[in-house]
Protein backbone atom coordinates (compact mmCIF):
# COMPACT_ATOMS: atom_id res chain seq x y z
CA UNK A 1 0.00 0.00 0.00
CA UNK A 2 1.60 3.41 -0.79
CA UNK A 3 -0.22 6.98 -0.78
CA UNK A 4 -2.55 7.88 -3.69
CA UNK A 5 -1.41 9.82 -6.59
CA UNK A 6 -3.29 11.58 -8.96
CA UNK A 7 -2.73 8.71 -12.17
CA UNK A 8 -3.03 5.58 -9.74
CA UNK A 9 -5.74 3.23 -9.93
CA UNK A 10 -6.98 2.12 -6.62
CA UNK A 11 -8.13 -1.11 -6.38
CA UNK A 12 -10.20 -2.02 -2.71
CA UNK A 13 -9.59 -5.06 -1.13
CA UNK A 14 -12.28 -6.76 0.70
CA UNK A 15 -11.47 -8.86 3.74
CA UNK A 16 -13.14 -10.51 7.05
CA UNK A 17 -12.11 -9.29 10.97
CA UNK A 18 -12.83 -10.12 13.68
CA UNK A 19 -14.62 -7.42 16.37
CA UNK A 20 -16.29 -8.28 19.39
CA UNK A 21 -17.68 -11.55 20.92
CA UNK A 22 -18.00 -13.53 17.89
CA UNK A 23 -19.17 -10.87 15.58
CA UNK A 24 -17.56 -10.53 12.32
CA UNK A 25 -17.15 -7.25 9.83
CA UNK A 26 -16.33 -7.05 6.26
CA UNK A 27 -13.25 -4.33 6.28
CA UNK A 28 -11.30 -3.01 3.08
CA UNK A 29 -7.73 -1.91 2.06
CA UNK A 30 -7.07 0.00 -0.90
CA UNK A 31 -4.15 -0.65 -3.28
CA UNK A 32 -3.00 2.07 -5.52
CA UNK A 33 -1.12 1.48 -8.53
CA UNK A 34 0.37 2.94 -11.89
CA UNK A 35 0.95 0.01 -13.07
CA UNK A 36 -1.65 -1.69 -14.78
CA UNK A 37 -0.27 -4.96 -15.84
CA UNK A 38 1.24 -5.49 -12.29
CA UNK A 39 -1.93 -4.51 -10.78
CA UNK A 40 -4.27 -7.25 -12.94
CA UNK A 41 -1.84 -9.34 -12.05
CA UNK A 42 -1.65 -9.44 -8.65
CA UNK A 43 -6.33 -9.24 -9.03
CA UNK A 44 -5.84 -12.99 -11.04
CA UNK A 45 -3.03 -14.38 -8.39
CA UNK A 46 -5.35 -13.06 -5.33
CA UNK A 47 -8.37 -14.84 -7.36
CA UNK A 48 -6.66 -17.74 -8.55
CA UNK A 49 -6.16 -18.67 -4.51
CA UNK A 50 -9.68 -18.20 -3.78
CA UNK A 51 -10.21 -20.44 -6.31
CA UNK A 52 -8.13 -22.99 -5.25
CA UNK A 53 -10.04 -22.72 -1.62
CA UNK A 54 -13.12 -24.83 -3.03
CA UNK A 55 -15.34 -24.72 -0.23
CA UNK A 56 -16.75 -20.88 -1.05
CA UNK A 57 -20.34 -21.27 -2.81
CA UNK A 58 -20.48 -19.61 -5.79
CA UNK A 59 -24.08 -20.20 -6.53
CA UNK A 60 -27.11 -20.02 -3.69
CA UNK A 61 -30.72 -20.89 -3.30
CA UNK A 62 -32.08 -17.89 -1.06
CA UNK A 63 -35.51 -17.96 0.88
CA UNK A 64 -36.64 -15.30 2.94
CA UNK A 65 -39.76 -15.48 5.57
CA UNK A 66 -40.79 -11.56 5.14
CA UNK A 67 -43.05 -12.37 8.68
CA UNK A 68 -40.31 -14.06 10.68
CA UNK A 69 -39.12 -12.48 13.92
CA UNK A 70 -40.06 -8.74 13.35
CA UNK A 71 -40.95 -8.92 10.11
CA UNK A 72 -37.32 -7.51 8.81
CA UNK A 73 -36.06 -10.51 6.74
CA UNK A 74 -36.71 -8.73 3.31
CA UNK A 75 -34.66 -5.65 4.85
CA UNK A 76 -32.02 -7.58 6.38
CA UNK A 77 -30.76 -9.15 3.65
CA UNK A 78 -31.36 -6.53 0.91
CA UNK A 79 -29.42 -4.41 2.93
CA UNK A 80 -26.86 -6.01 4.82
CA UNK A 81 -26.55 -9.48 3.24
CA UNK A 82 -26.89 -8.93 -0.60
CA UNK A 83 -24.25 -5.89 -1.19
CA UNK A 84 -21.75 -8.74 0.85
CA UNK A 85 -22.85 -11.46 -1.51
CA UNK A 86 -22.09 -9.21 -4.74
CA UNK A 87 -18.88 -8.80 -3.44
CA UNK A 88 -17.90 -11.84 -2.68
CA UNK A 89 -19.15 -13.01 -6.53
CA UNK A 90 -22.81 -15.47 -5.54
CA UNK A 91 -24.92 -15.58 -7.95
CA UNK A 92 -28.69 -16.11 -5.97
CA UNK A 93 -31.59 -17.34 -6.33
CA UNK A 94 -33.86 -15.01 -4.31
CA UNK A 95 -37.46 -16.39 -3.37
CA UNK A 96 -39.40 -14.58 -0.98
CA UNK A 97 -41.52 -16.89 0.29
CA UNK A 98 -45.12 -16.81 0.13
CA UNK A 99 -46.54 -18.83 2.74
CA UNK A 100 -45.88 -20.74 5.18
CA UNK A 101 -44.05 -24.84 4.07
CA UNK A 102 -43.10 -22.73 0.78
CA UNK A 103 -39.27 -23.34 1.36
CA UNK A 104 -39.86 -26.57 2.37
CA UNK A 105 -42.20 -27.67 -0.43
CA UNK A 106 -39.92 -25.88 -3.38
CA UNK A 107 -36.85 -27.68 -1.75
CA UNK A 108 -38.76 -31.11 -1.78
CA UNK A 109 -39.24 -30.81 -5.46
CA UNK A 110 -36.38 -28.54 -7.09
CA UNK A 111 -33.17 -29.69 -8.50
CA UNK A 112 -30.46 -28.86 -6.31
CA UNK A 113 -27.32 -30.22 -8.15
CA UNK A 114 -26.85 -26.41 -9.26
CA UNK A 115 -26.35 -24.75 -6.20
CA UNK A 116 -23.87 -24.78 -3.92
CA UNK A 117 -25.67 -24.02 -0.74
CA UNK A 118 -29.46 -23.24 0.29
CA UNK A 119 -29.64 -20.03 2.78
CA UNK A 120 -32.81 -19.32 5.41
CA UNK A 121 -33.54 -15.89 6.34
CA UNK A 122 -35.41 -16.17 9.12
CA UNK A 123 -35.49 -17.92 12.23
CA UNK A 124 -35.51 -21.46 13.71
CA UNK A 125 -38.64 -22.32 12.14
CA UNK A 126 -37.71 -21.39 8.39
CA UNK A 127 -34.59 -23.20 9.27
CA UNK A 128 -36.56 -26.43 10.39
CA UNK A 129 -38.36 -25.84 6.86
CA UNK A 130 -35.27 -25.82 5.11
CA UNK A 131 -34.32 -28.98 6.24
CA UNK A 132 -36.88 -30.63 6.08
CA UNK A 133 -37.61 -30.05 2.77
CA UNK A 134 -33.51 -31.37 1.88
CA UNK A 135 -34.01 -34.36 4.28
CA UNK A 136 -37.18 -35.53 2.73
CA UNK A 137 -36.04 -35.08 -1.15
CA UNK A 138 -32.77 -36.81 -0.28
CA UNK A 139 -34.60 -40.09 1.53
CA UNK A 140 -36.94 -39.84 -1.33
CA UNK A 141 -34.06 -40.35 -4.41
CA UNK A 142 -32.62 -43.29 -2.21
CA UNK A 143 -35.73 -44.56 -1.88
CA UNK A 144 -35.22 -44.64 2.47
CA UNK A 145 -38.85 -45.07 4.55
CA UNK A 146 -39.22 -42.36 6.66
CA UNK A 147 -41.90 -43.88 8.20
CA UNK A 148 -39.77 -46.51 9.70
CA UNK A 149 -37.93 -45.83 12.61
CA UNK A 150 -35.23 -47.96 12.15
CA UNK A 151 -34.38 -46.89 8.72
CA UNK A 152 -30.90 -45.76 8.08
CA UNK A 153 -31.23 -42.07 6.59
CA UNK A 154 -28.82 -40.77 3.72
CA UNK A 155 -27.17 -37.38 4.67
CA UNK A 156 -27.47 -34.44 2.21
CA UNK A 157 -25.06 -33.11 0.98
CA UNK A 158 -25.82 -29.28 0.58
CA UNK A 159 -25.12 -27.09 2.99
CA UNK A 160 -27.51 -24.78 4.47
CA UNK A 161 -27.03 -20.93 5.76
CA UNK A 162 -28.88 -19.05 7.94
CA UNK A 163 -29.36 -15.17 7.69
CA UNK A 164 -30.65 -14.56 11.65
CA UNK A 165 -33.83 -12.95 11.31
CA UNK A 166 -36.82 -14.75 13.48
CA UNK A 167 -37.45 -14.65 17.56
CA UNK A 168 -35.62 -17.10 19.34
CA UNK A 169 -32.72 -17.77 16.07
CA UNK A 170 -31.63 -20.37 18.92
CA UNK A 171 -29.59 -22.66 15.98
CA UNK A 172 -27.77 -19.59 14.32
CA UNK A 173 -26.86 -18.10 17.96
CA UNK A 174 -25.50 -21.69 19.70
CA UNK A 175 -23.41 -22.51 15.55
CA UNK A 176 -21.88 -18.70 15.38
CA UNK A 177 -22.30 -17.54 18.85
CA UNK A 178 -23.99 -14.74 18.18
CA UNK A 179 -27.44 -13.61 15.71
CA UNK A 180 -25.68 -10.96 13.63
CA UNK A 181 -26.93 -11.18 9.73
CA UNK A 182 -23.33 -9.95 9.10
CA UNK A 183 -21.56 -12.00 10.88
CA UNK A 184 -23.74 -14.81 9.32
CA UNK A 185 -23.22 -14.01 5.86
CA UNK A 186 -19.32 -13.71 5.99
CA UNK A 187 -19.36 -17.27 7.56
CA UNK A 188 -21.59 -18.61 4.16
CA UNK A 189 -18.83 -16.33 2.15
CA UNK A 190 -15.98 -17.93 3.44
CA UNK A 191 -17.18 -20.95 3.44
CA UNK A 192 -17.01 -22.67 7.03
CA UNK A 193 -19.07 -25.40 7.87
CA UNK A 194 -20.28 -27.01 11.09
CA UNK A 195 -22.45 -30.49 11.08
CA UNK A 196 -25.13 -30.65 13.33
CA UNK A 197 -27.14 -33.08 14.69
CA UNK A 198 -30.79 -34.50 13.88
CA UNK A 199 -33.90 -36.63 15.67
CA UNK A 200 -36.13 -38.02 14.31
CA UNK A 201 -39.39 -37.72 15.80
CA UNK A 202 -42.46 -40.43 14.86
CA UNK A 203 -45.59 -41.13 16.41
CA UNK A 204 -47.18 -45.09 15.93
CA UNK A 205 -44.13 -45.70 13.56
CA UNK A 206 -45.55 -42.34 11.42
CA UNK A 207 -42.71 -40.23 10.51
CA UNK A 208 -43.95 -36.67 12.09
CA UNK A 209 -41.07 -33.84 12.46
CA UNK A 210 -37.10 -33.79 12.43
CA UNK A 211 -35.62 -31.86 15.29
CA UNK A 212 -32.44 -29.97 15.18
CA UNK A 213 -32.79 -27.49 18.61
CA UNK A 214 -35.13 -28.12 21.18
CA UNK A 215 -37.86 -30.96 21.64
CA UNK A 216 -39.74 -29.67 24.42
CA UNK A 217 -43.23 -31.03 26.58
CA UNK A 218 -44.83 -28.99 29.22
CA UNK A 219 -43.78 -25.83 29.97
CA UNK A 220 -42.04 -25.30 25.93
CA UNK A 221 -44.95 -26.94 24.52
CA UNK A 222 -47.56 -24.70 26.10
CA UNK A 223 -45.05 -21.06 25.89
CA UNK A 224 -45.77 -21.83 22.20
CA UNK A 225 -49.00 -23.48 21.50
CA UNK A 226 -50.24 -20.13 23.66
CA UNK A 227 -47.89 -17.78 21.35
CA UNK A 228 -49.08 -19.13 18.24
CA UNK A 229 -52.16 -17.21 18.49
CA UNK A 230 -50.58 -14.13 19.13
CA UNK A 231 -47.97 -14.15 16.22
CA UNK A 232 -48.39 -10.25 15.68
CA UNK A 233 -46.65 -9.65 18.87
CA UNK A 234 -43.53 -10.30 17.21
CA UNK A 235 -40.61 -11.72 19.69
CA UNK A 236 -42.48 -10.95 22.58
CA UNK A 237 -45.05 -13.27 22.54
CA UNK A 238 -42.81 -15.47 23.69
CA UNK A 239 -42.15 -12.89 27.15
CA UNK A 240 -45.67 -12.87 27.68
CA UNK A 241 -46.60 -16.97 26.34
CA UNK A 242 -44.13 -17.20 28.96
CA UNK A 243 -45.32 -15.63 31.58
CA UNK A 244 -48.87 -16.88 31.38
CA UNK A 245 -47.99 -20.55 31.13
CA UNK A 246 -45.44 -20.12 34.18
CA UNK A 247 -48.51 -18.69 36.01
CA UNK A 248 -50.79 -21.99 35.02
CA UNK A 249 -48.02 -24.05 36.07
CA UNK A 250 -49.36 -27.53 34.81
CA UNK A 251 -47.56 -30.45 35.29
CA UNK A 252 -48.31 -33.63 33.10
CA UNK A 253 -48.31 -37.07 33.67
CA UNK A 254 -46.39 -39.97 31.73
CA UNK A 255 -43.07 -42.60 31.39
CA UNK A 256 -39.89 -41.77 29.85
CA UNK A 257 -38.06 -44.45 28.47
CA UNK A 258 -34.58 -43.80 27.27
CA UNK A 259 -31.35 -44.69 25.95
CA UNK A 260 -28.32 -43.12 27.66
CA UNK A 261 -25.43 -42.85 25.53
CA UNK A 262 -22.82 -44.50 26.91
CA UNK A 263 -20.32 -44.99 24.03
CA UNK A 264 -19.67 -41.50 23.49
CA UNK A 265 -17.06 -38.84 25.38
CA UNK A 266 -18.80 -36.22 27.49
CA UNK A 267 -22.00 -35.50 30.13
CA UNK A 268 -24.06 -32.52 29.98
CA UNK A 269 -22.58 -31.84 33.46
CA UNK A 270 -19.45 -30.74 31.76
CA UNK A 271 -17.96 -27.49 32.77
CA UNK A 272 -16.53 -27.44 29.13
CA UNK A 273 -18.65 -26.35 25.97
CA UNK A 274 -18.73 -27.16 21.95
CA UNK A 275 -16.89 -24.88 20.37
CA UNK A 276 -15.30 -25.11 16.66
CA UNK A 277 -13.24 -28.06 16.21
CA UNK A 278 -14.59 -30.11 19.35
CA UNK A 279 -13.17 -32.87 20.00
CA UNK A 280 -16.09 -34.62 22.05
CA UNK A 281 -17.69 -34.17 18.26
CA UNK A 282 -14.58 -35.53 16.39
CA UNK A 283 -14.45 -38.42 18.60
CA UNK A 284 -18.29 -39.05 18.25
CA UNK A 285 -18.61 -38.98 14.63
CA UNK A 286 -15.83 -41.12 14.03
CA UNK A 287 -17.28 -43.76 16.34
CA UNK A 288 -20.71 -43.35 14.66
CA UNK A 289 -19.31 -43.54 11.56
CA UNK A 290 -17.84 -47.06 12.72
CA UNK A 291 -20.88 -48.43 14.07
CA UNK A 292 -22.96 -47.68 10.47
CA UNK A 293 -20.08 -49.58 9.10
CA UNK A 294 -20.10 -52.33 11.24
CA UNK A 295 -23.30 -53.91 12.27
CA UNK A 296 -25.86 -51.52 13.60
CA UNK A 297 -25.24 -52.03 17.91
CA UNK A 298 -28.13 -54.12 19.05
CA UNK A 299 -29.54 -52.54 22.35
CA UNK A 300 -31.13 -55.25 24.56
CA UNK A 301 -34.21 -54.61 27.21
CA UNK A 302 -31.72 -54.10 30.40
CA UNK A 303 -30.29 -50.62 28.37
CA UNK A 304 -33.65 -48.51 28.51
CA UNK A 305 -33.87 -46.70 32.02
CA UNK A 306 -37.17 -46.09 32.81
CA UNK A 307 -38.54 -42.64 34.35
CA UNK A 308 -42.22 -42.16 35.46
CA UNK A 309 -44.30 -39.47 37.05
CA UNK A 310 -45.32 -35.74 36.95
CA UNK A 311 -43.35 -33.35 35.16
CA UNK A 312 -43.46 -29.30 34.32
CA UNK A 313 -40.94 -29.85 31.26
CA UNK A 314 -39.87 -32.75 29.00
CA UNK A 315 -36.55 -31.05 27.07
CA UNK A 316 -34.56 -33.06 24.75
CA UNK A 317 -31.81 -30.39 23.11
CA UNK A 318 -29.67 -31.30 20.52
CA UNK A 319 -27.48 -28.79 20.82
CA UNK A 320 -27.06 -25.83 24.01
CA UNK A 321 -30.22 -23.64 22.82
CA UNK A 322 -27.94 -21.02 23.90
CA UNK A 323 -30.32 -17.98 22.37
CA UNK A 324 -30.68 -14.37 23.93
CA UNK A 325 -33.15 -14.96 26.46
CA UNK A 326 -30.14 -17.72 27.76
CA UNK A 327 -26.68 -16.64 26.87
CA UNK A 328 -25.52 -21.21 28.14
CA UNK A 329 -28.50 -22.37 26.69
CA UNK A 330 -30.98 -24.66 28.13
CA UNK A 331 -28.41 -27.62 28.16
CA UNK A 332 -24.89 -25.52 28.53
CA UNK A 333 -22.83 -28.91 27.71
CA UNK A 334 -24.50 -30.26 24.86
CA UNK A 335 -22.56 -30.83 21.65
CA UNK A 336 -23.53 -29.85 18.83
CA UNK A 337 -22.86 -32.73 16.20
CA UNK A 338 -21.87 -35.52 18.95
CA UNK A 339 -24.99 -38.06 18.10
CA UNK A 340 -26.60 -37.24 21.10
CA UNK A 341 -29.48 -35.66 23.09
CA UNK A 342 -29.31 -34.42 26.52
CA UNK A 343 -33.01 -35.11 28.09
CA UNK A 344 -34.02 -32.41 30.74
CA UNK A 345 -36.76 -33.96 33.29
CA UNK A 346 -38.02 -31.13 35.47
CA UNK A 347 -40.61 -33.02 38.10
CA UNK A 348 -43.53 -31.74 39.80
CA UNK A 349 -42.63 -28.42 42.27
CA UNK A 350 -43.72 -25.51 43.56
CA UNK A 351 -43.87 -22.20 41.53
CA UNK A 352 -41.44 -21.10 43.68
CA UNK A 353 -38.66 -23.60 42.79
CA UNK A 354 -39.79 -23.94 39.06
CA UNK A 355 -38.71 -20.12 38.45
CA UNK A 356 -35.49 -20.57 40.21
CA UNK A 357 -34.96 -23.59 37.73
CA UNK A 358 -35.66 -20.37 35.29
CA UNK A 359 -34.14 -18.27 36.23
CA UNK A 360 -30.59 -20.19 36.56
CA UNK A 361 -30.90 -20.44 32.39
CA UNK A 362 -29.96 -16.47 32.35
CA UNK A 363 -27.12 -16.84 34.54
CA UNK A 364 -24.33 -18.65 35.57
CA UNK A 365 -25.96 -20.93 38.09
CA UNK A 366 -26.55 -24.50 37.32
CA UNK A 367 -30.32 -24.71 36.51
CA UNK A 368 -29.31 -29.08 36.67
CA UNK A 369 -28.74 -28.53 40.62
CA UNK A 370 -32.17 -29.30 41.72
CA UNK A 371 -33.71 -32.09 43.56
CA UNK A 372 -36.42 -31.79 41.07
CA UNK A 373 -34.34 -31.52 38.11
CA UNK A 374 -32.84 -34.56 35.80
CA UNK A 375 -30.80 -34.39 32.82
CA UNK A 376 -29.56 -37.55 31.18
CA UNK A 377 -27.08 -38.05 27.53
CA UNK A 378 -29.15 -40.03 25.44
CA UNK A 379 -29.13 -41.66 22.10
CA UNK A 380 -32.90 -42.32 21.59
CA UNK A 381 -36.22 -42.08 23.85
CA UNK A 382 -39.86 -42.27 24.25
CA UNK A 383 -42.47 -40.74 25.98
CA UNK A 384 -45.81 -42.31 26.70
CA UNK A 385 -48.34 -39.77 28.01
CA UNK A 386 -50.36 -41.56 31.19
CA UNK A 387 -53.85 -40.97 29.38
CA UNK A 388 -53.79 -41.90 25.92
CA UNK A 389 -54.27 -39.22 23.30
CA UNK A 390 -57.97 -40.14 22.57
CA UNK A 391 -58.51 -39.12 26.17
CA UNK A 392 -57.14 -36.43 26.28
CA UNK A 393 -60.40 -34.83 27.45
CA UNK A 394 -61.13 -32.08 29.51
CA UNK A 395 -59.42 -32.24 33.10
CA UNK A 396 -62.81 -31.62 34.70
CA UNK A 397 -64.51 -34.52 33.40
CA UNK A 398 -61.08 -36.50 34.62
CA UNK A 399 -61.91 -34.81 37.91
CA UNK A 400 -65.10 -35.88 38.17
CA UNK A 401 -65.01 -39.30 36.78
CA UNK A 402 -61.45 -40.43 38.04
CA UNK A 403 -61.50 -38.36 41.58
CA UNK A 404 -64.45 -36.90 42.00
CA UNK A 405 -62.75 -33.28 42.71
CA UNK A 406 -60.53 -31.46 40.53
CA UNK A 407 -57.17 -32.68 39.99
CA UNK A 408 -54.62 -30.67 42.28
CA UNK A 409 -52.48 -30.89 39.25
CA UNK A 410 -54.39 -28.68 36.86
CA UNK A 411 -55.87 -25.71 38.90
CA UNK A 412 -58.67 -24.16 37.29
CA UNK A 413 -56.63 -22.11 35.06
CA UNK A 414 -58.99 -22.13 31.54
CA UNK A 415 -56.20 -24.47 30.42
CA UNK A 416 -58.09 -27.86 30.97
CA UNK A 417 -56.27 -30.53 28.50
CA UNK A 418 -54.48 -33.24 30.44
CA UNK A 419 -51.93 -33.61 27.53
CA UNK A 420 -49.32 -31.32 26.50
CA UNK A 421 -48.19 -31.07 22.89
CA UNK A 422 -44.50 -31.02 21.86
CA UNK A 423 -42.50 -27.84 20.60
CA UNK A 424 -40.25 -29.08 18.18
CA UNK A 425 -37.68 -26.47 16.56
CA UNK A 426 -40.13 -23.84 17.06
CA UNK A 427 -43.32 -25.77 15.50
CA UNK A 428 -46.37 -27.57 17.35
CA UNK A 429 -46.53 -31.37 17.51
CA UNK A 430 -50.15 -31.90 18.35
CA UNK A 431 -49.45 -36.01 19.80
CA UNK A 432 -48.08 -36.14 22.88
CA UNK A 433 -46.81 -39.90 22.64
CA UNK A 434 -43.65 -39.72 20.68
CA UNK A 435 -40.56 -41.65 19.63
CA UNK A 436 -37.40 -39.72 19.30
CA UNK A 437 -34.07 -40.83 18.50
CA UNK A 438 -30.56 -39.23 16.88
CA UNK A 439 -30.60 -39.69 12.98
CA UNK A 440 -28.09 -37.80 11.33
CA UNK A 441 -25.60 -35.31 10.50
CA UNK A 442 -27.43 -32.41 9.25
CA UNK A 443 -25.98 -31.22 6.02
CA UNK A 444 -23.30 -28.91 6.94
CA UNK A 445 -24.36 -25.46 7.66
CA UNK A 446 -22.72 -22.86 5.85
CA UNK A 447 -22.94 -20.25 8.61
CA UNK A 448 -21.33 -22.45 11.50
N1 LIG B 1 -44.62 -16.14 3.79
C1 LIG B 1 -44.96 -16.73 4.92
N2 LIG B 1 -46.16 -16.49 5.49
C2 LIG B 1 -46.51 -17.06 6.66
N3 LIG B 1 -45.72 -17.91 7.36
C3 LIG B 1 -44.51 -18.18 6.84
C4 LIG B 1 -44.08 -17.62 5.60
N4 LIG B 1 -42.83 -18.08 5.34
C5 LIG B 1 -42.50 -18.91 6.37
N5 LIG B 1 -43.50 -18.98 7.25
C6 LIG B 1 -43.56 -19.73 8.54
O1 LIG B 1 -43.29 -18.80 9.59
C7 LIG B 1 -42.94 -19.55 10.75
C8 LIG B 1 -42.00 -18.77 11.64
O2 LIG B 1 -40.90 -18.37 10.94
P1 LIG B 1 -39.46 -18.07 11.54
O3 LIG B 1 -38.92 -19.23 12.20
O4 LIG B 1 -38.71 -17.50 10.42
O5 LIG B 1 -39.72 -16.91 12.61
P2 LIG B 1 -40.01 -16.90 14.18
O6 LIG B 1 -40.95 -17.99 14.53
O7 LIG B 1 -40.39 -15.52 14.51
O8 LIG B 1 -38.59 -17.18 14.80
P3 LIG B 1 -38.00 -18.37 15.73
O9 LIG B 1 -38.35 -19.66 15.04
O10 LIG B 1 -36.53 -18.10 15.76
O11 LIG B 1 -38.64 -18.25 17.09
C9 LIG B 1 -42.33 -20.82 10.23
O12 LIG B 1 -43.09 -21.87 10.76
C10 LIG B 1 -42.51 -20.78 8.74
O13 LIG B 1 -43.00 -22.02 8.26
C1 LIG C 1 -37.93 -14.85 35.16
C2 LIG C 1 -37.12 -15.07 33.96
C3 LIG C 1 -37.27 -16.44 33.40
C4 LIG C 1 -36.63 -16.50 32.07
C5 LIG C 1 -36.55 -17.89 31.57
C6 LIG C 1 -35.83 -17.93 30.29
C7 LIG C 1 -35.58 -19.30 29.79
C8 LIG C 1 -35.25 -19.20 28.36
C9 LIG C 1 -34.83 -20.48 27.74
C10 LIG C 1 -34.91 -20.33 26.27
C11 LIG C 1 -34.76 -21.63 25.59
C12 LIG C 1 -35.01 -21.50 24.13
C13 LIG C 1 -35.06 -22.80 23.49
C14 LIG C 1 -35.25 -22.65 22.03
C15 LIG C 1 -36.34 -23.00 21.41
C16 LIG C 1 -36.51 -22.82 19.95
O1 LIG C 1 -36.39 -24.04 19.29
C17 LIG C 1 -37.91 -22.27 19.65
C18 LIG C 1 -37.97 -21.85 18.18
O2 LIG C 1 -37.24 -20.73 17.97
N1 LIG C 1 -38.22 -21.12 20.47
C19 LIG C 1 -39.14 -21.19 21.41
O3 LIG C 1 -39.83 -22.15 21.57
C20 LIG C 1 -39.31 -19.96 22.30
C21 LIG C 1 -39.24 -20.35 23.74
C22 LIG C 1 -39.37 -19.15 24.61
C23 LIG C 1 -39.46 -19.52 26.05
C24 LIG C 1 -39.68 -18.36 26.95
CA1 LIG D 1 -26.01 -33.24 20.31
Same mark, same amino acid.
Given at each position: KRLSRQEDVPRILYYVQRSKEHHWCCAEVTFYCSDQLLCNQWVQALQRRLDLQ &??? /? +?NLLVFI @? /??? &? +??LGKHIYDKKVAPLFQLASITTEVIVTEHANHARDHLAEVDLRIYDGIVCVGGDGMFSEVIHGLICQTQKIAGI?? @? !? /??SKLVACSLRIGIIPAGSTDCICYATVGVNDPVTSALHIIVGDSQPMDVSSVHHNNTFLKYSVSLLGYGFYGDVLKDSENNRWMGPSRYDFSGFKTFLSHQCYEGTVLYLP *????? &? @? /?? !?ESRCTAGCYVCQYSGKLLDLSNNKQELKHVEEDWKVVKGKFLAINAANMSCACSKSPMGLSPAAHLADGTIDLILVRKCSRFNFLRHLIRHTNK? !??? !?? *?FVEVYRVKQFIFTPKYSEEDNIDIRDIGKNLFGQFCSDHPACGCSQVNSNWNCDGEI??? *?AVEVRYVLFCCLELSG
Open positions: &GVR /P +K @N /PFG &G +KQDQ @N !D /PN *ATETL &G @N /PR !DD !DQF !DL *AIEH *A
